[in-house]
Structure formats: structure tokens, C-alpha cells
């Protein structure tokens, strides 16, 4: 079948779309690193119009008409096929996106923004109750949202599946429990071994210098990507050739060269999506959590093994004279250490799935009618269940993370998530590249990045995420071989 | 009468256009300053998408309605308050923007394109006849441009109102045949007396430090305002209260000092301009001639003035072994020196408006149908005859400037233009600021700026570029005040 004229008419409106919406990433990126502060009000409008310009633009009843034309295009062509893949993803997203009135989107947006405002005031006097009414408000307009939508098994289906598309809240359960089952116990037992964090002052462009080192060796190059400095840490994209990640390097630790592999792992995924993509919806991670196993794959799994380190760690020791006394040895196990702790993003690589875990169980109740007023206990006493530690006030508990006064609702499970699918991918490249560690112990990175541009990176958005997973490992999501890597790693401890 | 519900939604929908073209401007900063180079393909399109957008959400049937509805409300204004001035200003923009078929723009910004690239391979090989067929077709489209409106006087009108809203090309004949009648022979006289550019090693940061103490007395500050390096510096805003100006600094030289205060001028421009303004099509200079009497002002009328460098010289002579030997007298006479030469931007603040008449006396014939088999050799004698010197090739003669490649015929006179205008400016301030010179001789330049802005910027778009000048100056465009100025500078050198 010859390509339809239609076809070329929606690729070109897909492809505006997609020019907005990255035009908004340039935006959102500029104001989160390099924007004057007194640019943010007018910067808060831009970013609103060009969001609203996109959605409407793409849910265009044409956008609809096309699709419906293109069915027998569609079912002619290999389903494997850009195109195929274009049009099924692009219905996907369109039987989405038309389900919800604008209205409730533009009330969700108002009311997000509103509540954020509320929140960074709240976590500043550590005062759950002043919070609480914004919180309820979000919660109800998440329930607006999820009626929406076709009743599901369970109504965090639908919220699930906007980070992590096709992903069962049942399905999450099963996995959470059995890391919950093993974990718990490991880090209860792990927590005695503890070795301290290695003190020093580590300046920060010397931190940037040594970061670069190592992520050019991953495949960071200066004629596609950017590193800046940001108060939060993120990496985004606005084409396959313009990668820009951001880093932050407190000076009293070396962090900063872990969330510089960090993010250039969300970067060099971005950055491997077939060219032929370009400028399509198709032209991103196929999910949240296949994104965030590719940052923690580079962090964790390079980044905190012991051939990474037999290759840098006399690189680093050297350019800090603090580390002068510091051996191999120590270091290695100082940045792999388990320490139970109370704040999300300062945990270790085993504690932060209780953290999650912990979320997604409260996000079900919270949904599921939990009393808003019993939030900040129900949380102090999970906290204490799962990893033994005793929360001293909202600021360190319930109020710490950002994502619920945006509504965000569904989010979290995808950072364990990406961490189950890290070590399964990981364990599968080894299969291929069995000599990794021996080229990481030399510093070599290209055939790792290449066996995951051809397994992964290229495919982008074209298949749901599990069909995504299966492809690079051959089965469906498993959480038993980051178990397995986990036991090991709290063993040698 | 009560501001109707129509207002409203007019503001509302250029708000949003408005925003559109900010995000476009932020693009292209990005792009010419600090986006790593292969994102330059994709970034194109984005551009083009939010051009097309912009314009599109402009030219929409019901900006017209509305505009026509509003018409009773306009009249129970009073013409000079905001809501009057968007009105009339919107119409003007709208009435202008819906005669060129969309299809007739998009062709003017592909031919554009390609012609760039052909210009750009043609200066690289100093030949003008590859560039030639390019030269014709965009001549041929702006010719359909202009048959896009109702006939004027001249058809140079239409294409001088797009940059300098309301002139005439009557009138600015007989303002450049007066420049024209005495900078000829002021400049020949001139040529015998030229003092040399004072020679030296000029570190590009150490430029970029002093340059920043400068600006930050004339109102550059780090909350609003950001200073990058690019290839070819230029000023963008994307808010009143985010200002990127751009420099660079060659090392031969102090160059890159008047590049920042040129750029600071237009920078402080677009700062002042009230902030009621915000996010409307008012809020920008009035006129590109405006535009650059503000840029000309801090270069030239401030910044290569004997007060201001008996104010900064020692800093500068401190700071640079190479100037230790130098006086404040060869240093001034350096940056004031008049010396003809082959290339506009390489100009001194004299010889610069021939190079302006010759491109704008050019641009007419052009228009009248020269033939451009004929255009170098027509170039190459008009050099001759205005600034007395032989071109050797077409890259340092007809091809030196980018500007017709592009279509942007027009363009060139408004630089003289402002040249013009910063003089009778000045001339005004100066009855009300008496003592600007032992201001300035004190590092101090806040009574200037604020006399601008309150006298000019704040007006922003409002008025028509004329009218803008009458409240300012009191009077129409006048070139005695800059000849005399012209006059008494060469007088003395």
C-alpha cells in the first residue's frame, strides 16, 4: 500500500506538536539553570500558553479524523514499523488526552500550581495542616480525573499509567511486596555494618571536571549535549542531538559525579533514539521507568561497581588531597553503604525502595478514602516499619517530596520499578559483552553504550513498556535478579 | 464606559501570541549563544513551527471580530491610555499582517533560507554571480510583497514601514542627501588626520569583567539580566525582567567594551518599558531606529565621551600591561578616530552612514528595477565616490551583509536613522540632566537612565515611531543636531 496523503498530514501536525512541546522543555530548562530570577512570572505564562497550545493542537478534532482514516494504512504495514508504531501510539495518546474536558485539566493546572505554593510554605514551618486542604482539593480532582476513563481493576490504574503506560497497579503490588519481603530484613540487618560517608572538601568545578571526564567516556559529546548546574538535578532533550543534563556538587562530598552519570543516563537515552524519529512523538523513553533504569544503570551499576572504580578511583584520589589517606577499599564501600534514613533522595541505592514502596501503599489508601487528617501518622508509622526510623517532624515526613501537590499521583513506582528493569537489562548485556568488567576496569564504555542503543535506545516510544522490556531481555518485568544483586552487594558488606 | 467582555478576550489571545513570539526569541538566543551545535536542524523547525503558530493565532477571524467590536470602546478612550493604544496598535499589526497570503510568507521564508546558504558559500568564495539567481527571486517575491498592499507614494514605503513604522522613503531622501552633502567632504578631510587603534593583548574575560562594571552603573543587573558570548552580538528580551545581551571580544582589541554598552542600550530599552505593558504587542521599542538611538547613546554619546573615560581609563589602564604606556588622550583619540574602510560593521561612527546611504540608495534601485548583473560594479563605484576607497572583491564589497539574502530590504536606513535620533535625544536630556557630564566623569549614569526611561522607554510600542520621537524630543527626526555633533567631533580631531 503506497503512503496515504493523510499519513503525511498527521506526521506533519504530530510534528508541530512535538516542536511545541520541546520548544516548552527549552523554556522549562532555561528557567530551572540559567534564567535571571525576576524572569519567572512572565516565564510562568509562557509556559502555560505553549502547553495549552500543544494539547490543543493535538487533540484537534482533524488529529481524529486522520486517525480513524489511516486504520487500513495501519493494519497494511509491518506493526513494527515506524510508521505502524506512529499511528498506535498517536491513538493512544489521542483516546487519552480527548477523554479529559479541558476544563478539568486547566482546574488540575490551577490547582496544582496553587498547592505547590501551599506546599513549599508548609514543608518550610513544617506544618502538615496548613497543607492539608490543597491536598484534599487535589485529591478529589484526581478522582475527577480518573472517572474519565473506562473503570479499571482499580482506579490507580489510570493514574499509573500516565508515567508507566500499560503498567497493572496489581502487578506493582506483587513486585512491591516481594521487595518489601526481602528487603526489610536485609536492611534491618545491614544497618550495623554501616560505613560512614568519606569527609573532605571537594571544590565544585573540580567535582564538574572529573564528572566530564567520565561521562565523555560514556558518550557524552560537546556537539550534542550541555552540562549546567541546577538546584535540582533533572536531564532533557529537545531533539536526539541536543542533550542537556544538569548536576549539582555540594562540596563537602563527591555526589555531584554520581548525579552527573545519573542524569547523562537519562541522556544517552535520549540521545540513542532512532534519528528516523526525529520530531515524531516516538522520540523519547518509552516510560518513566525504562528512563530511570538507564540513570540508575549508569550510576549504580557502572557507576558504583568495582571495575568503574579500579579505573577512576586513582584519577579521583589524586586531584583531592583529602582522599590522600582514603584507600580503594574504604571508598568503595562508603558509596555503597546501607544506612536506613528519613529524606527520599538522600538514600542509599537498597533504602530508597522502601521509600517508594512506602508512597505507592499511601497513594493507594489515599485514593482508596484514607482520612487526610491520619496522613502524617500513617506515614511516621510506616517509616518506622519499614526502615526503623523515627520521624521528627512533617518537614523530614510526609511533606518532603514536591510530587503530591502537583498531583503527581502515580509517579513514584516508577523510580523501583526502573531499578528492578536496570539489573535485569544489565544481566542481559552481560550475556553479549562478556568482558565488561574487564573494559570498565580500562574505562571503556562504548561497547555498553552501544549493546544499549541497539537493544533499547533506538526503539524510543514505538512499543508499550513491557513489549519495550521484553524485547531487550526477553521476558516481562522480574524483580528476583535486582534482589539477587542486592543480597550480594549487602553480603560483602 | 465599562471595559467590555471582548477586551478582555483580545488581550487574552495576544497575550498568547505575544508568548509565542517570546518562546520563539528564547530559541533562537539559545541557538546563537550557548545550543550545543548539531541541534541546529531540528531547532529550525521549532522556529518555523512557533512562527507559524504566532502568526497564525494572529491572523485569526476573531482578532479581526473582536478588533471591529471594540471599535466603540476605543473611541471612549482616551487615545494615549494602554488599553487605546493596544487597540489601535493591534489593529495596525493586524490589517498589515492579513493582506500577505500565508502561502506567499511561508515562500519569502524558504526562499530566505536558501538564499542565506547560497550567500553564505558565495561570500566564503567572494562570488557574487552564484548569489545572483538567489538575489533576483528574492527581489522578484518582494516585489509581490509589496503589491500585497495598497500603492504609497514609493514602493520602498512598504518595505521601510515593516522596521520603521509610519516613514517615508520622501523623507528619509532628503534627511540622507543632507548627512550625505556633509559627511562627504568632512570625512575626506578627515582621512589625513587618523590615529591609529591603540595595539595590545586584551584578554576576552578580563574585557568581559570591566565590561560588566560598566553596564552594572548603567542599569544592567544580575536579577533581570543575563551576558553571554556570541559570533555576532545582539540584545533579546523575553520579559521586561529578562534581558540576554550577548558580546564579543576580539583580544586585539577593547572592541568588545563598545559591543556591551551598544547591546546594554538596547537591553535598558526594553527593561524600561512598563511593566503594565507586560505580555502585550506593546511591550518593545517602538521602532528598530528607536531601537538603536538607545544602542548609539550608550556607545557612542556616552561611552566614547571624554567625561566617561576620565571616569574609567585609569580602571582600564590598571587593569592592561599593554595600555601602561598610552595617555588618556591617544586613547580617546583611538576610539573616536575617522577613517573610511570597505566593511559597515567594522565602521567608525562617521563613515558608518555612508555605508547605510549606499545600501539604502542601492535598495531603491534595486527595487526600481536595476539590473543586477550591474550590482557589484555599481557597489564598487558608489565606495568610491562616498568613502573614496577601492573594493578588491565582492566579499568586501556587495557581499559583506547578510541582510538581502534574508529579504530584508529595509532594514539598513533605520541604523542611521538612530544614529540620528541619539543626538536630538541627548540634546533634550541635557536641559533637563545639566550636569550629565560630571555625572558621568563620576561613574554615575542613573539620571540618565531614568530620564530615558521615563521620557521614552516606558512608552514602549504605544505610539507610532514619529509620535514617540515628538514626545521625547518635542519635534520631528532633525540631522543638524548629529551633523553638528559629527561636525564638532571631527573639528577636533
Redesign the interface.
Request: charged fraction near 30%.
Given at each position: 500500500m503506497t503512503v496515504p496523503p493523510e499519513f503525511d498530514t498527521l506526521k506533519a501536525k504530530l510534528?508541530?506538536v512535538y516542536?511545541?512541546a520541546?520548544?516548552?522543555a527549552?523554556?522549562a530548562w532555561?528557567q530551572q539553570t540559567?534564567?535571571?530570577?525576576?524572569?519567572a512570572?512572565?516565564?510562568a505564562?509562557?509556559l502555560a500558553?505553549?502547553g495549552?497550545?500543544a494539547h490543543e493542537l493535538f487533540i484537534d478534532d482533524e488529529v481524529g479524523k486522520l486517525l480513524e482514516g489511516l486504520r487500513p494504512y495501519e493494519e497494511s504495514l509491518d506493526p513494527d514499523s515506524d510508521d505502524a508504531s506512529l499511528i498506535r501510539v498517536a491513538r493512544r495518546d489521542f483516546e487519552k488526552a480527548t477523554r479529559v474536558p479541558p476544563e478539568l485539566s486547566a482546574e488540575i493546572n490551577r490547582a496544582g500550581a496553587r498547592s505547590f505554593t501551599a506546599w513549599v510554605e508548609a514543608r518550610r514551618n513544617s506544618d502538615y495542616e496548613s497543607f492539608r486542604p490543597w491536598l484534599e482539593e487535589m485529591v478529589e480532582l484526581k478522582h475527577r480525573y480518573v472517572d474519565c476513563f473506562e473503570p479499571g481493576d482499580d482506579p490507580y490504574d489510570t493514574l499509573l499509567d500516565d508515567y508507566e503506560p500499560g503498567m497493572k497497579t496489581a502487578e506493582v503490588n506483587e513486585i512491591f511486596e516481594r521487595l518489601k519481603e526481602e528487603l526489610v530484613p536485609l536492611i534491618a540487618a545491614a544497618r550495623d555494618a554501616a560505613t560512614p560517608p568519606v569527609a573532605g572538601r571537594f571544590p565544585a568545578l573540580t567535582q564538574r571536571q572529573l564528572a566530564l571526564e567520565i561521562v565523555r567516556r560514556f558518550g557524552y559529546d560537546?556537539?550534542?549535549?550541555?552540562i549546567d548546574p541546577a538546584p535540582h538535578p533533572f536531564a532533557t532533550s529537545?531533539?536526539t542531538?541536543?542533550?542537556r543534563i544538569t548536576t549539582r556538587e555540594p562540596e563537602d562530598s563527591l555526589d555531584g559525579l554520581f548525579a552527573t552519570m545519573h542524569e547523562c543516563g537519562h541522556g544517552l537515552y535520549e540521545n540513542g533514539v532512532d534519528p528516523a524519529l526525529?520530531?515524531t512523538l516516538l522520540c523519547r523513553g518509552a516510560s518513566l521507568g525504562l528512563h530511570e533504569s538507564q540513570s540508575r544503570l549508569w550510576e549504580n551499576l557502572v557507576g558504583r561497581s568495582r571495575p568503574f572504580w579500579s579505573w577512576f578511583y586513582p584519577r579521583v584520589q589524586e586531584t583531592f588531597d583529602d582522599l590522600r589517606g582514603v584507600d580503594e577499599e574504604t571508598w568503595f564501600r562508603s558509596i555503597n553503604d546501607v544506612s536506613p534514613g528519613l529524606i527520599r533522595i538522600d538514600a542509599d541505592e537498597a533504602t530508597y525502595n522502601l521509600h517508594i514502596i512506602l508512597r505507592f501503599e499511601l497513594e493507594q489508601r489515599i485514593m482508596g478514602g484514607l482520612d487526610l487528617r491520619e496522613l502524617p501518622e500513617t506515614w511516621n508509622s510506616m517509616m518506622h516499619d519499614y526502615l526503623g526510623v523515627v520521624v521528627p517532624d512533617d518537614a523530614h515526613g510526609v511533606l518532603q517530596d514536591v510530587h503530591w501537590s502537583r498531583g503527581g499521583f502515580g509517579y513514584f513506582p516508577t523510580y523501583s520499578l526502573g531499578n528492578i528493569m536496570s539489573v535485569q537489562i544489565w544481566e542481559r548485556m552481560r550475556e553479549d559483552v562478556t568482558d565488561i568488567d574487564e573494559q570498565m576496569a580500562r574505562g571503556e564504555f562504548s561497547d555498553l553504550r552501544e549493546w544499549l542503543r541497539e537493544h533499547l535506545h533506538r526503539y524510543g516510544r514505538k512499543f508499550m513498556p513491557a513489549e519495550t522490556l521484553e524485547r531487550v531481555v526477553g521476558g516481562p518485568i522480574d524483580p528476583e535478579p535486582y534482589l539477587r544483586y542486592l543480597q550480594g552487594k549487602l553480603a560483602r558488606a
Amino acid at each position: 500500500m503506497t503512503v496515504p496523503p493523510e499519513f503525511d498530514t498527521l506526521k506533519a501536525k504530530l510534528a508541530e506538536v512535538y516542536d511545541v512541546a520541546k520548544s516548552a522543555a527549552l523554556l522549562a530548562w532555561d528557567q530551572q539553570t540559567i534564567m535571571p530570577a525576576e524572569g519567572a512570572d512572565v516565564r510562568a505564562h509562557q509556559l502555560a500558553t505553549l502547553g495549552k497550545l500543544a494539547h490543543e493542537l493535538f487533540i484537534d478534532d482533524e488529529v481524529g479524523k486522520l486517525l480513524e482514516g489511516l486504520r487500513p494504512y495501519e493494519e497494511s504495514l509491518d506493526p513494527d514499523s515506524d510508521d505502524a508504531s506512529l499511528i498506535r501510539v498517536a491513538r493512544r495518546d489521542f483516546e487519552k488526552a480527548t477523554r479529559v474536558p479541558p476544563e478539568l485539566s486547566a482546574e488540575i493546572n490551577r490547582a496544582g500550581a496553587r498547592s505547590f505554593t501551599a506546599w513549599v510554605e508548609a514543608r518550610r514551618n513544617s506544618d502538615y495542616e496548613s497543607f492539608r486542604p490543597w491536598l484534599e482539593e487535589m485529591v478529589e480532582l484526581k478522582h475527577r480525573y480518573v472517572d474519565c476513563f473506562e473503570p479499571g481493576d482499580d482506579p490507580y490504574d489510570t493514574l499509573l499509567d500516565d508515567y508507566e503506560p500499560g503498567m497493572k497497579t496489581a502487578e506493582v503490588n506483587e513486585i512491591f511486596e516481594r521487595l518489601k519481603e526481602e528487603l526489610v530484613p536485609l536492611i534491618a540487618a545491614a544497618r550495623d555494618a554501616a560505613t560512614p560517608p568519606v569527609a573532605g572538601r571537594f571544590p565544585a568545578l573540580t567535582q564538574r571536571q572529573l564528572a566530564l571526564e567520565i561521562v565523555r567516556r560514556f558518550g557524552y559529546d560537546d556537539r550534542s549535549w550541555r552540562i549546567d548546574p541546577a538546584p535540582h538535578p533533572f536531564a532533557t532533550s529537545f531533539a536526539t542531538t541536543d542533550i542537556r543534563i544538569t548536576t549539582r556538587e555540594p562540596e563537602d562530598s563527591l555526589d555531584g559525579l554520581f548525579a552527573t552519570m545519573h542524569e547523562c543516563g537519562h541522556g544517552l537515552y535520549e540521545n540513542g533514539v532512532d534519528p528516523a524519529l526525529q520530531r515524531t512523538l516516538l522520540c523519547r523513553g518509552a516510560s518513566l521507568g525504562l528512563h530511570e533504569s538507564q540513570s540508575r544503570l549508569w550510576e549504580n551499576l557502572v557507576g558504583r561497581s568495582r571495575p568503574f572504580w579500579s579505573w577512576f578511583y586513582p584519577r579521583v584520589q589524586e586531584t583531592f588531597d583529602d582522599l590522600r589517606g582514603v584507600d580503594e577499599e574504604t571508598w568503595f564501600r562508603s558509596i555503597n553503604d546501607v544506612s536506613p534514613g528519613l529524606i527520599r533522595i538522600d538514600a542509599d541505592e537498597a533504602t530508597y525502595n522502601l521509600h517508594i514502596i512506602l508512597r505507592f501503599e499511601l497513594e493507594q489508601r489515599i485514593m482508596g478514602g484514607l482520612d487526610l487528617r491520619e496522613l502524617p501518622e500513617t506515614w511516621n508509622s510506616m517509616m518506622h516499619d519499614y526502615l526503623g526510623v523515627v520521624v521528627p517532624d512533617d518537614a523530614h515526613g510526609v511533606l518532603q517530596d514536591v510530587h503530591w501537590s502537583r498531583g503527581g499521583f502515580g509517579y513514584f513506582p516508577t523510580y523501583s520499578l526502573g531499578n528492578i528493569m536496570s539489573v535485569q537489562i544489565w544481566e542481559r548485556m552481560r550475556e553479549d559483552v562478556t568482558d565488561i568488567d574487564e573494559q570498565m576496569a580500562r574505562g571503556e564504555f562504548s561497547d555498553l553504550r552501544e549493546w544499549l542503543r541497539e537493544h533499547l535506545h533506538r526503539y524510543g516510544r514505538k512499543f508499550m513498556p513491557a513489549e519495550t522490556l521484553e524485547r531487550v531481555v526477553g521476558g516481562p518485568i522480574d524483580p528476583e535478579p535486582y534482589l539477587r544483586y542486592l543480597q550480594g552487594k549487602l553480603a560483602r558488606a
